[in-house]
Each structure stands twice: as structure tokens, then as C-alpha cells.
């Protein structure tokens, strides 16, 4: 089969890698790609939200399948415009990645089904936000309904703080039209994890547990980021905790999801929060997470083409998901300043030579055919052992072996419990 995967991050190198695995992908291509893409795909210059010609370029090609792996082309409605154009594609939907694309939409959702999540109200109206704030007790959340590369939420320690970032997003345009609606939401406690599953439009299978870590600093300090790394598990779950999180979560969202004429096909994401009173969502993705995908791909055992065939053709259950029985943790190396202003174009050494996986995301090969960075996160080094500590003290070896100039990374990758 001849594959082509949308997407330049560590994620995709990380879906590239999984595919190249498989024996019935004999050509891999990538959109746009990246340094580290480019060693096993072959990578074209075309944006992964230029749906129109990513649509012009998968007929020219003639893919037998497209794997659309980032959240805006899929929002934007990557998938359906393949489809349109007599193309095999993976991945949800425009009328199901709007879980992702509106969080008025998925809110909604969660309310009418029953589904575990934070109290919330949702406003259009800055004075009438600013005056249900008034009635609300700190902290509290403020989120922008739309896309905002992950930053559009604002955790307020006071209602004055709540007032300024509602008037932000809605006046300001702080996150542009994605602010235009907010939803102002109860504050959770307790740990974070993230549970991904496939989706095939009627089954939903979780794939093993992770846990991001979205501050750019250790003791989750700093600003919020894409996530700085990642482990799995994600959390020290019972069999039974399992099952809640099943029954009272996966399937009622898929059955939501079904029953709205939206059926999801391709991989969720839950992002969960494990409070006192039970599992709830804190968001859902319409896609696999980065850096949780990185963590997660590596330990998958099944042949991912086998996969993903089933969830288009809708035959999940009929295959068999086995993981490899160990723990895993990425780090992710970022450029220092991310994810504020940062400077491109270092050098980075040592990846060859210390002999681990190493995910490339912002990377490039430039003019003298050396490989320097390009992007805020720049690379994700990935371990595993039989122990969380294991996989966690291997990740770290390889991070000590690679270097670029104003390298930054995390210290303490799984061993907080991540996102304050
Ligand atoms: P989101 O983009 O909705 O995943 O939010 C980003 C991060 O903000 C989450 O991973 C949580 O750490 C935090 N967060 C979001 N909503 C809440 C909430 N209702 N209570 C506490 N923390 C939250
Ligand atoms: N790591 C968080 C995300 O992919 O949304």
C-alpha cells in the first residue's frame, strides 16, 4: 500500500515509524514532514491545513489510504474532502471532530448524555460572563470555545483574573474568533490522565494509558505548552477503575456520538481527571496526542495498518490490540524560550549515537545537509523499562547524549503527576 500521513510533528514521526513496521505499507509519504520523517518517508512541502492541496496532491499520487493526524485539517474537514475525492482516509469526520473544534459543542454533549465532566455555563455575552462570574467562587476555569494551540485556557486563582481573561478572549481577541464564545467551567482536582482509543464508528477500543506533561517547566511551573513528555501508564489503575471509566465515559461518548448522526471514526482522546468523585473529562481530541503518541506507538504489538483498516471498515472488534508489557516515558527537547519567542537553525548532535528512539518534530536538514532545529519542540527521545522508574531513568540517558545550543527540557517527566 502507498500511505500518505498529513502532519509534521513528533506524532506523525511517530505514526511513520509504527507504519514503516507494517509489511503491507510499501511506500510511506509525508505532508510536510520533517528532518526526521525525511529518513523513512518521502516528504512534500505542503501545509497539513492546505486541504485543497493535500486533496490535489493524494489524487495526483493516488494513496491507497491517507492518514490525516493533526486536529486543524481534521476540523477543518480533511477527511470528508478525501472521501469526496474517491480516497481511502483515516480519521474522523468534520461532523465528529468538532468534539475537538468546539468546546460549546462537546460541553453540550457531555451535559445531554450524562457524561462525567466539569459544571460549566457558556457565555457569548462579555457582560453576562462577567456577571455570572461575580456569583462564583475562585479558582475557576475560563476556556475559549475554539482552537487555540492548547493555550486557551486560562486558570484563574481569582474572580478579578477570571474577569481580565474572559475580556481578553472576548474583546481582545486574545485567541482571535475562538474566543468569540467562552465556556467558564468548575475547577477539578486530582490526577490527569490521558486515555486514547481507536474508533472504528461503533466500537471503541482504549489503547493503554498515558499522562502528559503540558508546563514548559519542572514542578509544572512555567506556561502551558503542547506537552513537554510523556509516560505510560498514565495512572495506577484497577480493573475496576477501568471499567468505570469505560462504561461511565468510552462508550457513552461513542453512543452520544452515534445517536447525534456523528459517528467517530479514527482515535479518540480523553483527557481525563481523576477526582474525589469519580472520572470526568476535562476535553476530548479528535485525534492521537503529542507527546502521547510517541509513548504509546512504540509499545503497540498488533500491525497498526491492520488497525486502522478495521476502524474505516468498521471491524474493531475483530481484531486483537496487544501492547508490549513493559512502561515507557518520552522527554521532549524544546527550543529554549518555547513556548514563547525562540531562535531556529542550531545544530543538534548525538541523536545517531545514543541509541534510542528518537522522535523529530521541530527539525530540519538545511542548505550544508545538516540536520539543525526549525521549531519549539524540537525533538522527543523515548525509553522503556519494566518499571515506571526504568523507562524514566532510560529516556533521560538518551536526553543526555543529544544537544543543540539553548536546549531546554523538563527534569521530572513521570514523576509528578503532571498539569497543574
Ligand atoms: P484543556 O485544553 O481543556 O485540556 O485544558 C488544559 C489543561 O487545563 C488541562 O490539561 C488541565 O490541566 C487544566 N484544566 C482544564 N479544565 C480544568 C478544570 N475544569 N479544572 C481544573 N483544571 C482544568
Ligand atoms: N498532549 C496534549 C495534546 O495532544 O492535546
Known sequence: MKVLVVGGGGREHAICTALKKSPSVTELYCAPGNGGIAEIAT?????????????AYAKEEKFDLVFVAPDDPLVLGMVDKMQEAGLRAFGPNKNAAIIEGSKAFSKGLMK??????????LFDDEAKAIEYLDSQKAPIVIKADGLALGKGVIIAQTIEDAKVAVHEMMSDHKFG???????????????????????????????????????????????????????????????ADNKRIYDEIVEPTMK????????????????????????????????????EAQAILPRLETDFMEIIDACIDGNLDKVDIKWKDCCSCVVVMASGGYPLSYA?????????????????????????????????????????????????????????????????????????????
Open 43 to 55: 516528504c512534500k512541502n505542503i501545509g497539513a491545513t492546505d486541504v485543497d492541496a493535500m486533496v
Open 112 to 121: 445531554k448524555y450524562n457524561i462525567p465532566t466539569a459544571k460549566y455555563e
Open 177 to 239: 474568533s475562538a474566543g468569540n464564545t467562552v465556556v467558564i467551567e468548575e475547577f477539578m482536582t486530582g490526577p490527569e490522565m490521558t486515555l486514547l482509543a481507536f474508533a472504528d464508528g461503533k466500537t471503541c477500543v482504549p489503547m493503554i494509558s498515558s499522562r502528559d506533561h503540558k508546563r514548559a517547566n519542572d514542578h509544572d511551573e512555567g506556561l502551558n505548552t503542547g506537552g513537554m513528555g510523556a509516560v505510560t501508564p498514565g495512572a495506577d489503575l484497577t480493573d
Open 256 to 291: 452520544a456520538l452515534i445517536a447525534e448522526g456523528r459517528p467517530f471514526k479514527g482515535v479518540i482522546y480523553f483527557g481525563l481527571m481523576l477526582t474525589p468523585e469519580g472520572p470526568k473529562v476535562v476535553e476530548y481530541n479528535c485525534r492521537f496526542g503529542d507527546p
Open 344 to 420: 531556529k537553525g542550531y545544530e543538534i548532535t548525538g541523536i545517531k549515537e545514543c541509541g534510542h528512539l528518537v522522535f523529530q518534530a521541530g527539525t530540519k536538514i538545511n542548505d550544508e545537509g545538516k540536520l539543525v532545529t526549525s521549531g519549539g519542540r524540537v525533538l522527543c527521545v523515548y525509553g522503556e523499562g519494566k518499571t515506571s522508574d526504568e523507562a524514566i531513568d532510560s529516556a533521560y540517558e538518551g536526553v543526555a547524549k543529544i544537544s543543540f545550543k539553548d536546549m531546554h527540557f523538563r527534569h521530572d517527566i513521570g514523576r509528578t503527576l503532571g498539569n497543574k
